[in-house]
């Protein structure tokens, strides 16, 4: 979706303070394009403690503080039953199933994405001459509500994929 060159380079630089109407009109008529969708999710994963992965409330509390955008974290009982175990607290602990917090991590991602309702980050490509530049479209069915500035954000560059700034791979393929 070509737009101007003022708007393009504002949306750039993230600097949307005072066009925060021009930059709604553009996100809802980008959905009228055909959206991309990313094949990734949005999540903050908390910090792993030495203790995370010792019993199961540690990992409980720490599954309880993970924030996926538009979703919510699965409960220990969906990835275990996913998993075929469902008396896993009954006698053994976290590590015996997973070998570390990443895989425990990728299980998730795996269980939220396997939802019936789940989709990947849609996203309309802005171009301006020869730069582009992805206006990401986060919080699910909010869009069919009245969404706001907060339910959109900008993606530069291929780079800004990556799993320090949130972005996930949807389809994890190291699950063990």
């Known amino acids: 979706m070509e737009i101007k060159t003022e708007l393009f380079d504002r949306l750039q630089k993230n600097d949307l303070e005072g066009i925060e109407n021009e ?3 553009l996100a809802l008529d980008g959905m009228s394009y055909e959206l991309n969708y990313t094949g990734l999710m949005l999540a903050h994963f908390p910090p792993e403690q030495p203790d995370t992965l010792d019993n199961w409330a540690n990992l409980q509390q720490w599954l309880d503080d993970i924030k996926i955008s538009g979703y919510s974290a699965p409960w220990l009982e ?33 269980s939220v994405s396997n ?5 990947s980050l ?9 730069r582009s530049l992805d206006l990401i479209y986060l919080g699910g069915d909010v869009w069919s509500f009245g969404p706001s500035i907060d339910d959109l954000m900008i993606v530069c560059s291929s780079a800004d994929y990556s799993e320090e700034k949130g972005f996930y791979n949807d389809s994890p393929s190291s699950l063990s």
Request: with cysteine.
């Open 23 to 25: 930059v709604m009109d």
């Open 122 to 130: 849609p996203c309309v490509e802005i171009t301006n001459g020869g």
């Open 115 to 119: 939802t019936d309702d789940y989709t």
């Open 78 to 110: 969906e990835i275990m039953s996913e998993l075929g175990e469902d008396d896993y607290e009954e006698t053994r602990n976290p590590r015996d199933f997973f070998l570390s917090l990443v895989s425990f991590r990728d299980h998730v991602i795996r």
